[in-house]
């Protein structure tokens, strides 16, 4: 009867979406949602430690936190002229947009395969969504990309850069090609910034029509929820305006805040993450192919992947299967790059599991 009720009433693609699945993970060795595997110094957790239990936490945060801000601004090298809005991770930024740009009839264009969000979020919000395939090589293909363009005229680009799940960054030239084409928004999404060469940052004041994303997941902070969106300042004025009032925190601003004062401890680690991933590449190679990678995880394609998964995850080792994901992710899977002794367990463990 309530079933029935629910069903009814539930808008249909709602019903027929899965919900974003997240793994049981305890005891286990945990590669698979990009985490940094390290701790902070100690005479940090102590600091974070004082500055929460100093906090008012019978108050609403600061609902605009334009000392967080500044920090940001500053380590993250955001333009001059431009400004920065916060989002409960970048997730809920990709909502903001998806919200603010969803006009009757309005297009998201991505690629694919890519972060499954844009697509997730795309339904959620009623837009339709448009999803070019990617090269075999999982590089952009260019003349489809133009021509979905000139064809659906997208309000909203998503593009990852670096990608996820393939890891690879997409050419620049490309990216620059999409952006001039394009009539709507490009969103560059930099989650994977802190470990590949490039990004786009500095290009903000050249075109009107893109904005940078980042979270701060990945570099560290994956259990506080910040991430941010940069650009122009007439894009954040209007895109402020969907941002529900207290979307961070308190006990997040604070920490950021502090963390974002030692961010070179952070950095470190995401230069420590990057030697390790080249090692644990070279390694990977004599079992898999494996994919180019400026990301801090590690696409990789070997027979029976599903098998040998479920033989890791029975190993205690958990990382994420993406063979059913897309067609071109047969047989793919992704590990995160972990400590060195992580990484060493996980080819031990892989080594078992295809013997
Ligand atoms: N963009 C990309 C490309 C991602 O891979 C992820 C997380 N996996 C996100 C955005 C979302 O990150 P968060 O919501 O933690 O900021």
Not at 98 to 118: C, D, I, R, W
Not at 132 to 161: G, H, K, N, T, W
Not at 173 to 178: G, P, Q, Y
Request: contains cysteine.
């Amino acid at each position: 009867m309530s079933s029935a009720l629910v069903h009814n009433l539930i808008r249909p693609e709602l019903l027929a979406l899965h919900a974003y699945h997240v793994p049981e993970s305890s005891g286990m060795i945990k590669l698979d949602a990009m985490e940094n595997p390290y701790h902070l110094p100690q005479f940090l957790r102590d600091e974070i430690a004082s500055v929460l239990s100093g906090s008012e936490i019978n108050r609403y945060p600061d609902p605009d936190p334009f000392a967080l801000k500044e920090k940001i601004r500053k380590a993250e090298a955001v333009p001059e002229g431009c400004d920065v809005l916060l989002g409960n991770g970048s997730d809920e930024l990709i909502q903001m947009l998806a919200m603010a740009l969803n006009k009757p009839g309005s297009v998201l264009l991505s690629v694919e395969p890519s972060f499954v969000m844009y697509r997730m979020i795309a339904t959620f919000v009623g837009m339709r969504y448009v999803g070019v395939q990617l090269m075999p090589d999982f590089s952009l293909d260019i003349e489809a990309m133009l021509a979905a363009i000139e064809r659906d005229r997208p309000a909203l680009v998503f593009l990852a850069y670096p990608n996820n799940p393939t890891g690879n960054l997409f050419s620049a030239e490309d990216v620059r090609r999409i952006i001039d084409a394009s009539p709507g928004l490009v969103v560059i999404d930099e989650a994977y910034y802190a470990f590949a060469s490039d990004s786009f940052m500095k290009h903000l004041v050249d075109y009107p029509n893109l904005l940078v994303m980042r979270t701060f997941s990945k570099l560290g902070m994956a259990g506080l929820r910040l991430g941010f969106l940069a650009g122009r300042s007439e894009w954040i004025e209007e895109l402020e305006k969907l941002r529900l009032p207290y979307n961070v925190g308190v006990l997040p601003q604070r920490a950021a805040g502090l963390l974002l004062d030692h961010h070179g401890i952070l950095l470190q680690q995401a230069d420590q993450i990057k030697k390790d991933r080249a090692i644990l590449h070279r390694e990977l190679q004599a079992l898999a192919e494996v994919y180019p990678s400026e990301a801090n995880f590690l696409l990789f394609r070997m027979e029976n992947a599903t098998a040998v998964f479920d033989r890791l995850k029975a190993r205690g080792m958990l990382i994420k299967n993406l063979s059913n994901a897309h067609a071109m992710l047969k047989d793919c899977l992704r590990v995160t790059v972990g400590t060195p002794l992580e990484c060493q367990k996980f080819i031990e463990a892989l080594q078992e599991s295809v013997a």
